[in-house]
């Protein structure tokens, strides 16, 4: 999001939730009057990858080892003989001491993609998707950061003296980067907390998110 993309003429403010729309900080419905249920905050977790990718690759490669180690096990089982890559192999295991470097890569590289692999396994993944709080049971939502940078991004230019504005916003944290040409910068960086803390508070996200606001003048040519 670049300082020219906030100066468009045709950038239109993205639609937020409020509490009178019944959206997710909890409010009435305009048709039932009845308050709609809210979890407490922090209990959505993120969303899970499929991971499918990693899952491919991984069962490839492995599918094609024991393909090969399979059909060279029967080859020698009818009394053929073995492929020159495994006869190569347990010669070099053989002769080879454990602490040799020709041992210790590819036993380093094997522990590296197993961790690897664990780590995927056991992880959500998905670090793009901001977790919503629900409002119904049994439904989740969420929201995309690079969307939910835009919806800031476009509250922020609202605030008067703002000339333009990056936004970025991590699992936790919101931060703005704006440049003011008129009025006190520490009114600009006031107004921009304010904002910004309400349109944080409106795209009702599941976990408190932190919000660092830096202001400064345009740059002299």
Request: positive net charge; glycine residues 8%.
């Amino acid at each position: 999001m670049s300082d020219d993309d906030a100066q468009r003429p045709d950038t239109r403010p993205v639609p937020t939730l409020d509490k009178e729309s019944g959206g997710p900080d909890g409010g009435t419905s305009p048709a039932t009057g009845e308050t709609e249920p809210v979890a407490d905050d922090g209990r959505t977790g993120r969303f899970w990858s499929a991971r499918r990718v990693p899952a491919a690759v991984a069962a490839l490669v492995l599918l094609g080892a024991a393909g090969l180690l399979l059909y060279d096990v029967a080859a020698v089982r009818a009394h053929h003989p073995a492929m020159a890559w495994r006869r190569r192999l347990a010669r070099e295991l053989a002769t080879r001491h454990l602490d040799d470097p020709w041992v210790l890569g590819p036993a380093a590289l094997a522990v590296v993609l197993g961790l690897w692999l664990i780590v995927l396994a056991v992880t959500p993944g998905l670090r793009q998707v901001l977790p919503m709080r629900p409002v119904a049971p049994g439904i989740r939502a969420g929201l995309d950061r690079k969307a939910a940078a835009l919806v800031l991004r476009d509250r922020a230019m609202e605030v008067s003296g703002v000339q333009s504005v990056r936004m970025s916003v991590s699992r936790r944290k919101a931060t703005a980067r704006a440049v003011s040409h008129f009025r006190e910068l520490d009114e600009v960086r006031a107004d921009l907390d304010v904002a910004l803390g309400e349109g944080l508070r409106q795209l009702g996200l599941a976990h408190r998110f932190g919000l660092t606001v830096h202001v400064r003048r345009p740059k002299k040519r």
